[in-house]
């Protein structure tokens, strides 16, 4: 089994990461037996795809490095790095440009969310962004990859890249790439804006209000919840009771994800009650489950000295990783390295 999967550095930690990833990154790094390995990354490759700020790139993956180890990411059992330190990324993204196409691309759910009206003002990076993903799971013969609902498509790109290489320039008996498993959550897998039950839980949302960081303190985390946007009617008893209730729906699955229950059950509880009595239960739940994680993130967050350390031997075991399979993969196209 080869775990792997990746965070953009840009911006905070939110619970969107934490309930639909993160938290499965880390059950699954606990739960490998021998001869398994997980390999997590800071996707900063990726941030050139969208304007963003170069001083601010470096701080942010150190901080997002911090977070990652404040949820349960152990450098010492995982492989824990960046991008940017593993050049066999992007080299791999020029070979496998080869075989994705233009149609697959111009499918991707993201590309025209982000790109929306103005395609032609984007950036190529951010067109050919899922091939750079499907390059940095391929690399490592990934197996299974923990992501929310939203990476889902990308995901299914990149086993759709992999099995045409693998058809044009590989023999059935010796595949390049392993065809990568998405691990969705059954609960959380998509978690939503608290200011709109339609919008996802996102770092790109300008309103801080919109999402729970895990760098909020307990007092920001139960404002956020006592102000997040709710409709007048109490809680149904049962689940069919939430339809056409985005909002509702939202926070009764944060509560069902973060205690480790499942959406009847929390309704069975709190069927009948406005949310007058609901929110606070939430806020207290959010605060009892984050804290822990936030504390050991403060005590992290400002030792770039150790974090850049982690960096550095975690890309260092990457690259080992990595190279044969992008040795196999330049063989397979004919291209002659001495
Ligand atoms: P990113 O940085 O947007 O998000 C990191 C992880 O968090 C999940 N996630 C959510 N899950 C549930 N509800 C939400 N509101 C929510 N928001 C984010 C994402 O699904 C993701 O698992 N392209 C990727 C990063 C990436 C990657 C990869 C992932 C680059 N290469 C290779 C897997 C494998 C991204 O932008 O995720």
Redesign the pocket.
């Known amino acids: 089994m080869r775990v ?8 905070n930690l ?9 938290r499965n990154w880390v059950a699954m790094q606990d739960a490998l037996e021998d001869g398994s390995e997980a390999l997590f ?1 800071l ?1 900063d490759l ?1 941030a050139l795809s969208q304007p963003h700020d170069p001083a601010g790139l470096h701080a942010g993956t150190l901080e997002m490095t911090a977070a990652l180890v404040a949820c349960g990411i152990d450098p010492d059992r995982s492989v824990l790095f960046n ?1 940017a330190q593993v050049p066999q990324h992007a080299e791999l993204q020029w070979l496998l440009n080869g075989t994705a196409r233009m149609g697959w691309l111009n499918r991707m759910t ?1 590309w025209k969310d982000k790109a929306g009206k103005n395609r032609e003002g984007q950036s190529v990076a951010l067109f050919t ?2 091939v ?3 390059a ?2 391929l690399l490592y013969q ?1 197996t299974h ?8 498509q ?2 299914e790109l ?1 086993r759709d890249i992999a099995q045409k290489f693998n058809n044009d320039f590989a023999s059935d008996d010796a595949p390049v790439f392993t065809l ?1 498993e998405p691990i ?2 059954a609960e ?6 608290l200011r709109d039950g339609n919008a ?4 790109s949302d300008p309103s801080d209000m919109s ?1 729970i960081n895990l760098s909020d303190d307990a007092d920001t985390m139960a404002q956020k919840v006592r102000k997040a946007k709710t409709d007048p009617e109490p809680l149904p008893s049962e689940e069919a009771g939430l339809e056409g209730r985005a909002e509702a729906r939202n926070l009764v699955g944060i509560y069902a994800a973060l205690a480790g229950q499942s959406v009847a059950e929390v309704l069975a509880q709190y069927g009948g009650q406005g949310f007058g009595g609901f929110k606070p239960a939430l806020a207290e739940l959010l605060v009892e489950k984050l804290s822990p994680i936030r504390d050991r993130f403060v005590a992290l967050k400002d030792d770039s000295e150790a974090l850049d350390a982690i960096l550095a031997r975690g890309a260092a075991k990457a690259r080992e990783r990595g190279i044969p399979t992008l040795d196999a993969a330049y063989r397979a196209l004919g291209l002659v390295r001495h």
Request: cysteine-free; glycine content about 10%.
């Open positions: 792997v999967s990746g965070i953009q550095p840009t911006g939110h619970l969107g990461n934490y309930l639909g990833a993160i990354f996707a990726h991008q993201q962004y899922p750079l993903q499907a940095d799971v990934a990859v923990p992501v929310g609902e939203d990476q889902k990308h995901l990149a990568p969705i959550p959380a897998a998509r978690i939503m804006s996802k839980m996102s770092k999402r």
